[in-house]
């Protein structure tokens, strides 16, 4: 009887060493601070979760704060790096090298620039962001004298990018640039669109406010002539080819090269993974229509997994393999 109590608990040992062995381990991943991108975190988080990880609940970050926290291994990863626009926070010598891109969320899915309510735009013929400078009193909200037009809060890419632009095309003379929440600031501009009032405003792809307001309808794109960045086709703007003043950039997952290198699977699966951005436009929609609590949104993300159930399970086998 005492040699089988012993057999019994070495075997019950060696399952639970084993199972252990299983254990892959406790990711710490991070989202946007900007609400448009916790659909794809989410989606992919719940990948990460059906390798057999566990997620920590995604803290939701600037850019300025997650790639340093990334390179000191604070964090692991996101899936909400835009990588022409966060370039300045990936050369910082503190990143360089520790952080790196994998896979694609969406190429080239991000588009971004200025764009006027179309009525004010073909009524006072405004095509380019300098043609605000005549008519800012249109586009004035506060009574200052200035245009009020709706940008990015600080520790956004996009913010340092729009300060290039208003140091270089002098904007600062005529437009007030809005940096508060920007969700909350773009409803704002929707209900003052709503009640017969011009707008002016920066946004990118994909956000709920080009489904909020219809591209080449409601509003139009306008160019902004940026020394660094070329004219581009682009539908439903001012001109057939406009300079944007931003690229289009592609949307990628950023991870600690360490942990990277420590979880293949993982790697393998940011590398295979992408979900189309008019997913991701629709997502964002229902979140504007008041769908945007956290529950919404793992449901919303659930939702996508169930309909593009093929597609989930073979990221899941190809991270596997």
């Not at 600062?172 to 405003?201: C, H, Q, T, V, W």
């Amino acid at each position: 009887m005492k040699s089988l109590k012993t057999i019994i608990a070495f075997l019950t040992l060696a399952f639970l060493t084993a199972c252990g062995s299983e254990q892959k381990g406790e990711v710490k991943m991070s989202k946007a601070n900007w609400d448009t991108g916790y659909f794809q975190a989410e989606v992919y988080k719940q990948a990460i979760e059906a390798l057999g990880y566990e997620v920590k609940k995604p803290q939701a970050i600037k850019p300025s704060v997650f790639y340093l926290a990334a390179a000191s291994g604070d964090a692991d990863l996101w899936v909400n790096g835009w990588e022409s626009t966060h370039q300045n926070y990936l050369t910082d010598s503190n990143v360089k090298g520790k952080v790196e891109p994998v896979g694609y969320v969406m190429k080239k899915g991000g588009l971004q620039g200025y764009l006027v309510d179309k009525k004010t735009a073909d009524a006072l013929n405004i095509k380019s962001v300098m043609d605000i400078k005549q008519h800012a009193a249109k586009f004035d909200a506060n009574g200052d004298g200035k245009a009020d037009m709706v940008a990015c809060p600080p520790g956004w890419g996009c913010e340092k990018q729009i300060t290039k632009h208003f140091a270089e095309l002098n904007l600062g003379e005529f437009i007030n640039p809005i940096k508060a929440e920007y969700s909350a600031s773009m409803a704002d501009a929707l209900a003052r669109y709503k009640n017969g009032e011009s707008i002016l405003f920066y946004t990118w792809t994909p956000n709920w406010t080009v489904g909020a307001f219809k591209l080449g309808e409601d509003v139009v794109w306008i160019e902004v002539p940026f020394s660094e960045t070329q004219p581009v086709e682009v539908a439903s703007a001012t001109k057939a080819k406009i300079n944007m003043g931003f690229g289009a950039d592609d949307i990628r997952p950023f991870a600690n090269a360490d942990f990277l290198n420590a979880n293949p699977e993982i790697k393998k699966l940011l590398e295979v993974a992408s979900i189309p951005l008019a997913d991701i436009s629709a997502q964002n929609l229902k979140m504007n229509a008041g769908e945007k609590s956290e529950k919404d949104v793992e449901r919303h993300a659930k939702e996508w997994i169930e309909a593009n159930q093929a597609t989930f399970d073979s990221w899941i086998a190809q991270a596997k393999n």
